[in-house]
C-alpha cells in the first residue's frame, strides 16, 4: 500500500503494525531529497468483516483488505462462489493412503480391507488374517495361511477328502499290519502278537493265525509293514500318549504327537524354529527391525523403541515421520502415536490430540473415524465404541431405516396394533389415526409431514440419507444452496434454497446466498436487497465508514475518497489550490502568462500591472500629451513602467 507525499515528491510504503481490528498506519513525507526527514503517524480503525456471520464463509474466515477471505478446513476445497466448501473425495481421486479399499467421509477418509484381511493401527494397512490360529482353520491334519485366506493340508499316507478339510488313510495295494503288545520289548514284533491282521483295502481287516500269516508273508510283492499298537509311537514303539507334552495329543494313525500350534518335534517338545510359527510350524514369521516371533501365535515382539504389529513402526516412543525426525504434538494417552501423521491414536469411541473426547453424534469406533450408518432422524444413539444403530420407537433395521410394519409398533416393533378397517396404527405408541391426505397427519390432518417422512398420515420415510423430500411423493429434495440429480452442484446465480427452486431479489451486482437468499451488498450499497445507497457523509462495506471530507467536497459512497469542489484539494480537500492550479480538486494548470496568477475556483486570470486579457497576454499602453510632439508612443510606454490603481 503506498501514498503520494504532500508535495507531490515522491509516492511511499505505508506499513501496517498492530492487529487486525486496531492498526497504526505508519508512513514517512518528505519534500526534500532526505527521505525519513519528517515522520508521521496515523491511526485507524479497521473493520473485522469475518466478524458478522463468519464474513459469509462456510467453515474459515480471513479478514483481507477487499473483506472476507473464505478458506475450508482439510478435506474440503473452496466451491466456485468463494464462500463455500465441498468435500473432496480423496478416494476417488487417489489421495488417499490406503492400502486396499476406501470409504470417503465428510472432511475424510477411511480404510478398510478386503476379506480375509484386517485393518492395521495406523489406520491404512491391511494385514493378513491367520485363520490358522483359530481351531487350526477346521483343517482335520494341517493348516496353511495364505494372504487372505488359507488351506487344508494332509500328512504322507493322507488324502484330502472333497470337503478340503478331512484327511483319510491313501490305501495300499496289499498291506500287513502287524501289531505288537510288548511295545518295548526286544523280541521280534510277530511273536509277541497272537492276532495279526491282513488289511488289503482299508476299512476290511481280516484276523489272521501265526500259522496262516508265515504263509502270506510268501507272497510275492507283499508290502509289510510294522505298527505299534493303538497308542503306542515311535522307534521300537517306546512312547505312548502320555510322553506327549506342551499339549500335544496322540495321534493313533501317524508315527508322533500332534502338536500344539508352536511346537514340533516327536514329543512337541521342541518350540518352532526361528522365523516360523503356527500349527506345524509351517508359517514364515513376519517380524521386523528385529522383532521376535511368538512361535505359537505369530505375535512380534518389539525390542525397545519400536512398535507396530510387525515392528514396522521404527520409530522410539514420542517420534513420528518417514525417519523419526518429528516430535508428537502430544503425549498420546494410549501410547500410540501415527506414524504417519503424528496424531494420538485413540481407542474406540474417542479422539482429540489428547485422546479424552468422546465422539461427536454420529461417529464411532478409534479415533471416531467412522461415520455411523444409522438413519439420524430414527435414531436415539449410535454406539460410539462399535456403531451400533440403537433406534427410536417405531423403527426397525439395522441402521433404523424401517418403519414398524402395519399393524406393529412401540420399541423394536414388537407389540401388535388393535385398530379396525379404515384406519392407520401409530408405529411409535399403537394410537388409531384416521387416514390423511398425502403429505398430512395428525388429529384434524392439518399438520405438514415432518422432516424426513411423507405420504399417507407421513408413514412413510424418506430415502434421502440426511436430505429432505416432498412430503407428498417423497422425492428428494437437495440441500439449501445445492442443485443437480446428486446434489453436488451450487445454485446458479440468481437462484438460492433447497434444490435452487427459489429466486434472488439483489440489486446493485450484489450476490446472494445459495443457502438462504441473503444478499451480499457491495461496497455502497445497504438494504434488504441492496436497494439503497449509503447516506450522505457514509460509505464501503454496508456504509458502516465515516467520510471526512471538508469544504463542500463529496465522498465516494464506494471507497471514502473526497471528490473536493472547485479550489480545493488534499485527502480531506482542506488544502487551497496553489497559485498555479485552480478547479475541482485542483486538477486544472493555469495559463496566464507574464506572471499572472488565476483564481482558484474559475481559474479567470488576475494580471500583474501593466498587463490585461484572458491569459494577461495584452500590455497596457500609457499615454501622456507633452508639448514635445516628437515623442513617439513606443518610447513614452518604455518610460512609464508602473501604474497605480
Known amino acids: 500500500m503506498h501514498i503520494k507525499s504532500e508535495g507531490g515528491s515522491s509516492v511511499l510504503p505505508l506499513m501496517w503494525c498492530g492487529s487486525l481490528e486496531r492498526a497504526v498506519l505508519t508512513h514517512v513525507l518528505s519534500s526534500s531529497p532526505h527521505i525519513g526527514s519528517k515522520l508521521r503517524g496515523i491511526e485507524m480503525e479497521v473493520v473485522n468483516t469475518c466478524a458478522d456471520k463468519n464474513g459469509g464463509c462456510d467453515q474459515k474466515c480471513r479478514h483481507g483488505p477487499g473483506g472476507p477471505i473464505c478458506s475450508c478446513y482439510s478435506g474440503y476445497e473452496l466451491d466456485a462462489d468463494g464462500k463455500n466448501c465441498n468435500d473432496i473425495d480423496e478416494c476417488q481421486r487417489g489421495l488417499s493412503q490406503c492400502k486396499q479399499d476406501c470409504n470417503n467421509s465428510p472432511g475424510g477418509y477411511s480404510c478398510a480391507c478386503h476379506l480375509g484381511y484386517t485393518l492395521d493401527r495406523d489406520g491404512i494397512t491391511c494385514n493378513d488374517n491367520d485363520e490358522c490360529q483359530v481351531n487350526n482353520g477346521g483343517c482335520d491334519q494341517i493348516c496353511e495361511n495364505t494372504p487372505g485366506s488359507f488351506r487344508c493340508l494332509c500328512q504322507e499316507g493322507f488324502k484330502l477328502l472333497a470337503d478340503k478339510k478331512s484327511c483319510d488313510v491313501v490305501p ?380 463542500g467536497a463529496t465522498c465516494d459512497r464506494v471507497n471514502g475518497r473526497c471528490h473536493c469542489a472547485a479550489g480545493w484539494t488534499g485527502t480531506k480537500c482542506h488544502q487551497p489550490c496553489s497559485p498555479r492550479s485552480y478547479g475541482p480538486n485542483c486538477k486544472n494548470q493555469c495559463e496566464c502568462l507574464h506572471g499572472g496568477e488565476c483564481d482558484r475556483f474559475s481559474g479567470e486570470c488576475i494580471c500583474p500591472p501593466g498587463w490585461t486579457g484572458p491569459l494577461c497576454d495584452k500590455r497596457i499602453e500609457i499615454w501622456r500629451f507633452s508639448d514635445d510632439v516628437s515623442m513617439e508612443p513606443h518610447a513614452l510606454s518604455e518610460k512609464v513602467n508602473t501604474l497605480r490603481y
Open 172 to 551: 495300499a495295494r496289499h498291506a500287513v499290519l502287524i501289531e505288537t503288545t510288548h511295545s518295548r520289548s526286544d523280541t521280534p514284533p510277530h511273536q509277541n502278537s497272537p492276532r495279526l491282521r491282513f488289511q488289503v483295502t482299508p476299512p476290511t481287516v481280516v484276523p489272521l493265525l501265526d500259522e496262516e500269516f508265515r504263509q502270506y508273508l510268501a507272497l510275492e510283492g507283499l508290502d509289510i509293514r510294522h505298527s505299534c499298537v493303538r497308542g503306542t509311537f515311535g522307534p521300537g514303539c517306546m512312547y505312548n500318549c502320555d510322553d506327549c507334552q506342551n499339549g500335544g495329543k496322540c495321534d493313533i494313525r501317524a508315527i508322533s504327537c500332534t502338536c500344539q500350534p508352536g511346537f514340533t518335534g516327536l514329543l512337541c517338545n521342541e518350540t518352532c524354529p526361528k522365523d516360523t510359527y503356527g500349527q506345524g510350524c509351517t508359517k514364515k514369521c513376519k517380524c521386523q527391525n528385529g522383532g521376535i516371533c511368538d512361535p505359537v501365535t505369530g505375535e512380534c515382539n518389539c525390542p525397545p523403541g519400536i512398535q507396530g504389529k510387525k515392528c514396522e513402526d521404527g520409530c522410539p516412543p514420542g517420534k513420528f515421520g518417514d525417519k523419526c525426525e518429528k516430535n508428537c504434538p502430544q503425549r498420546c494417552p494410549s501410547g500410540r502415536c501415527n506414524k504417519i501423521f503424528g496424531y494420538c491414536e485413540c481407542d474406540a469411541g474417542l479422539f482429540g490430540p489428547k485422546c479424552n473426547l468422546p465422539c461427536p453424534d454420529h461417529t464411532y469406533g478409534p479415533n471416531c473415524r467412522s461415520q455411523c450408518k444409522c438413519v439420524k432422524e430414527h435414531t436415539q444413539k449410535c454406539n460410539s465404541k462399535t456403531g451400533k444403530c440403537e433406534c427410536k420407537v417405531g423403527f426397525t433395521g439395522a441402521k433404523c431405516e424401517t418403519v414398524c410394519p402395519p399393524n406393529r409398533f412401540g420399541e423394536t416393533c414388537q407389540n401388535v396394533c388393535n385398530c379396525s378397517t379404515g384406519t392407520v396404527c401409530n408405529p411409535q405408541n399403537g394410537e388409531c389415526l384416521k387416514e390423511c391426505p398425502l403429505g398430512y397427519n395428525g388429529t384434524n390432518c392439518d399438520q405438514v409431514c415432518p422432516e424426513g417422512f411423507y405420504g399417507t398420515n407421513c408413514l412413510k420415510i424418506c430415502l434421502c440419507g440426511l436430505r429432505e423430500c416432498d412430503a407428498v411423493t417423497g422425492t428428494c429434495l437437495c440441500d439449501a444452496g445445492k442443485t443437480g440429480s446428486l446434489c453436488n452442484q451450487v445454485c446458479p446465480k440468481g437462484k438460492y434454497g433447497k434444490s435452487c427452486l427459489k429466486n434472488c431479489t439483489c440489486e446493485n451486482g450484489a450476490t446472494c446466498n445459495p443457502k438462504n437468499g441473503k444478499c451480499h451488498c457491495p461496497p455502497g450499497f445497504i438494504g434488504k436487497s441492496c436497494e439503497k445507497k449509503c447516506p450522505p457523509d457514509t460509505y464501503g462495506q454496508d456504509c458502516k465508514n465515516q467520510c471526512y471530507c471538508e469544504n
